[in-house]
């Protein structure tokens, strides 16, 4: 039966739902436009207007590289300061570069899909595929490693090595919805295990990519055996739809009517499989629930997804987190000013928190392990640990100290989904705080050379260093016979050592020009090259002090220059020890406020 | 206008002229707290200070393990059969013990520590003032000691603050043996990670050595730092840096970093003492080990392969260990007891772990007194063992139980800090209600029966600590105006049961 019935008759789902569309009820037809416009009518306005692109640019460069970072880390993400400021040592960390990314530039890659080729080499990147054979014919290595909790894992895979763009943005979505009350797979109960956290992810993900509606998304996930495994009898799952899409926890009354509607379901036990099954009894008296006369399970999960609760019950569970330190006033006017923007989909609402004035200006609250780890290595250029996603999931593998569930931040796990405050209890926060440091930012070796604190070793045969703009006669002539003899090295290289080779100068000119331009840095400029980089400030008078000290008394400044810069193959040393002082630091653990 | 008229309202006049209202709706976002109003209480020093550690069983488990004396009834209104064994005694082969529990659900430990004087059961903690049968005000209410459940700090927290306000009596006393308030080690832990139990009053100044900490079961130590060679100069710049209005804005992760170094040092001797033996309790007859000491080194040992002995030994032990710890919360992840489904196959071994796990625990509490050659009287520990709520007794048609009420609560320990006869009974009848064959059937108090609200637990617990109007500390304005009473523990018990 697919209509509600009233008494005496029954109305069919269309005339409802038309009824209830004055009520921003049921599911329209009017075609997604999808990416970062909106798919609603209008623009969310007051508490939820979006930041404009004159006032990002209007912002000081480094406020406006705190906004896009704060944009970027939201979605797991960064921009290094390399990428975003110019570097040359004349106008070093003074100017943009032409190419960094602004939040017009990040709005516009969120609405390009991958196209379907590009996709599949990422994957396949990412897990390995021996049937592909990779730059030195070997078949591609697995990127990253994986365990019996892949389904976990592969999404943070994914955000991380995908592009910036639809894709990676839907990972995203389907990320913060199955880790919500609202979809979570509940994999820690007896009935749901990781085939279900698989299923229902990649639903999600589709629903998203498919440009779903919240409601349809909702109306399909109800009538879903992941939703029975979760919610078990008709009794329980009636009342959790009613108390996690409407937000009514007071409807005891209603919850053995509902339950009634939906005696027809049944889950079967742990010996056949947690099967969503017919009991072959079904319900054959129409019951009143909610104001809407149901006769069966489908009618009452239609009603509670077509509910006018439903919009403003999922934005308040997304504001919840994304604008935690907001008071109970604040958060209500956010959530008030999404819903009457009329959101269709998730990512209409997603986009409209995401590049919001109050959330990028005016909130403050504390990073999830997420929000923290993966942008930090993003803009440190980290080079990733295979074992990183196991490690975050599953506690396995060499990063098992940043396993998440430590942090009492567990992935797709319990069964009411994550709350919206990150746990800062002592424990958790000593198990986040230690994975971030001992993990990530002292782990150099896996990002000194792409942050341009370590030299580079040139490929063989060893290129020319450029001549200096001073070089005396002398030198000039010892630099031709350099040339020389290195043009007949790379001469002797067959065709296939000469691309291998190619490949590796090219990286390598890269890297040293790096080099060469951190090189450059005073201490103070290194510092806050450092400073950004990890926090998106500039050192402090007081640090650069205090830290300078720390350099001179371990013998890391030059004295030729008069210590105004740190010794030659110090670097490292350097940035390992404002590393670990930024570690330290409170501020590092939170989305910063700009006002 | 009541829910419905709202409900109707809002779906004919559209979101957008509905929504100040709309937003009213309770779940939308969270709320504010407050604190309940301290002097009200009436504190006085307690002769012993308790230390109480409250088992929370998450998701609501079913009281049939503690009481089968309504089975014949259950059963034949039941839509699904229970076990026919469920209405026969152990003697008789059955599975009803002598005072009513469930043998294999728990229940032949329930009768051990019973005979033993280390238990009594309450099989009437029903919830008569605001009855929810959802998880998030049952747990909240039942952690917060508080009706209002998005106003209230948790109890932990409440408890601290009581201790803070009178802090003047505490200090130096014999019951805190000489120490300052401010010198107690590890007094309010948590080994479920972030606890409501925890959640404090943002409006109150609980100093940082009073707010709930938290411990794994392993006494790992996540708290030290390695490649750490410049730990003194950089500590010396983050004083410098990280001011008062650092310590404020940032004030959960700045209270991390401060506890970090001393929580380093504790828990490597914690660790020590998790490593060492347990006691070896005396044979229960001439050549007859206790059933709870491994054979092989005479030590009491916990059950293996019990997913909760690891949580209860460690808090057992550091109650035993750290006399400074004074109340420490032990839970799980919700799902645990919430048994909508093929029910009796994991709930009968789910409780006979925790009961198990619990007699060994009560017997690690006696045989570290001194008078078993302990270093101190431990007979100040307090175990309480509850809830969200009860569930249905109904067996559904996915052979579960769906959310109930009425709930058993099992209080073990603590002989020094309770009235005398308190230990060792069962306290409260129940009848059934509901319609044979639907969902809706259930257990309540009976009429001529002891019973007490949810809310009796926190009010105990505070009482145990020396408040003398510990309701009290229950009330709030809307919904419970008056409070809720301790749990009278000189209640007379029940008989044993007869089939």
Known sequence: ?595 | MNRRDFLKRASLLGIGATAPTLFGVPGFVNQAAAMPILDSADYQLPGVMPQVINVFLYGGPSELAGNLTNMDLINRNSQNPYPEALRRSVSDGGQVTRHGFWADAGGNAMEDMLAAGDLSVYRTINRRKNNTRAHRPSVFSSLKGSLAIDAAPGMGSTLAALMNANRELLNGSAQLRGKQLNQLVLPFISFEGSSTAFVRDPDGNLPLHLRGLSLDEQFDNPYTRSRNDHDIELEALIAKVVDNAQKIRYHKVAEGFELRRTMEQLIGELQTAADSPLPSPPPIAPGVLDPDVDPATGYLAYPGNNRFSGRIKAAVTLAIENQDSMFITVGGGLGGWDDHSSAIEDYVPRMNQVMEALRVATKHIRYSDSDFGGTRKTDNIVIKVHGDFGRNVNLNNSEGWDHGNNQNLYTLGGTAIRPQYALGKVIGKTNVFGPANQNRQYTEPASDSYEAEPLAIASTVYKYFGAMNPKALTRDNDMNPNGDDAINETYAPEPPTSL
């Open chain 1, 1 to 595: 039966m697919s209509g509600l019935h009233i008494p005496g008759k029954v109305l069919p789902v269309g005339i409802i739902c038309l009824t209830a569309l004055l009520a921003q009820g049921c599911e329209p037809t009017a075609p997604g436009l999808g990416g970062a416009q909106p798919l609603a009518n209008a623009p969310a306005t007051g508490s939820a207007a979006p930041l404009s692109d004159a006032t990002f640019d209007a912002l000081p460069i480094d406020d406006q590289y705190r906004v896009v970072n704060k944009l970027l880390a939201t979605l797991y993400n960064g921009v290094s300061v390399e990428q975003f400021y110019e570097l040359d040592s004349a106008n070093a960390m003074q100017r943009r570069r032409a190419s960094a990314p602004t939040l017009a530039s990040i709005r516009a890659r969120l609405q390009v899909e991958l196209p379907a080729g590009e996709r599949q080499r990422y994957d396949q990147e990412i897990a390995g595929d021996e049937n592909i054979l990779d730059a030195q014919g070997d078949p591609l290595e697995p990127t990253y490693h994986f365990d019996r909790n892949r389904p976990k894992q592969m999404p943070l895979a994914r955000l991380y090595h995908y592009p910036l763009s639809r894709d990676a943005f839907s990972q995203w979505m389907a990320w913060h919805l199955a880790n919500t009350i609202l979809f979570s797979p509940a994999e820690e109960i007896d009935s749901a295990d990781i085939t279900d956290v698989q299923n229902l992810f990649r639903r999600l993900d589709l629903s998203i990519m498919g440009k779903q509606s919240v409601r349809a998304m909702i109306a399909t996930h109800q009538n879903s055996v992941q939703n029975w495994r979760r919610f078990r009898s008709p009794e329980d799952n009636t009342r959790e739809m009613m108390e996690i899409y409407l937000g009514i926890f007071d409807n005891d009354e209603e919850v053995p009517l509902a339950s009634q509607a939906c005696q027809d379901l049944y889950l079967t036990d742990e010996a056949d499989g947690y099967k969503l099954a017919y009991t072959d009894y079904p319900n054959t008296e129409s019951v009143l629930v909610l104001d809407q006369y149901v006769l069966n399970c489908r009618d009452f999960y239609d009603v509670v997804a077509s509910h006018p609760l439903v919009i403003p019950r999922v934005v308040s569970v997304l504001v919840d987190y994304f604008f935690a330190g907001h008071s109970v006033d604040e958060r209500l006017a956010i959530t008030q000013a999404i819903s009457m923007s009329n959101p269709i989909t998730f990512e209409d609402i997603f986009l409209t928190i995401l590049f919001s004035e109050t959330y990028l200006l005016d909130t403050e609250r504390a990073r999830s392990f997420e929000e923290s780890f993966l942008p930090m290595a993003k803009r440190l250029q980290w080079d990733a640990h295979p074992d990183v996603f196991k490690g975050m999931v599953s506690g396995s593998g060499s990063l098992g100290r940043a396993d998440m569930q430590e942090m009492g931040w567990p992935t797709m796990s319990l069964k009411l989904g994550r709350v919206a405050a990150i746990p800062l209890d002592s424990l958790s926060f000593g198990n986040y705080h230690k994975a971030l440091r001992e993990s990530l930012m002292l782990d150099s070796r896996r990002w000194r050379l792409a942050l341009g604190v370590e030299q580079p070793s040139a490929p063989s045969p060893r290129p020319v260093e450029p001549l200096k703009e001073n070089a005396t006669t002398r030198e000039v002539a010892s630099y031709q016979a350099d040339v020389d003899e290195y043009n007949a090295a790379v001469a002797e290289l067959t065709a296939d050592e000469r691309a291998e080779y190619d490949e590796a100068l090219s990286l390598y000119e890269q890297e040293a020009f790096l080099y060469r331009q951190i090189d450059d840095l005073t201490v103070p400029q290194l510092l806050d090259y450092l400073f950004l980089s990890a926090i998106q400030r500039r050192a402090t008078e007081t640090e650069r002090t205090a830290l300078s000290n720390i350099f001179y008394a371990n013998d890391h400044l030059d004295e030729e220059f008069a210590n105004a810069f740190v010794r030659s193959g110090r670097q490292d040393d350097v940035a390992l020890i404002t590393m670990d002082y930024l570690s330290r630091l409170p501020e590092l653990y939170f989305m910063p406020r700009l006002r």
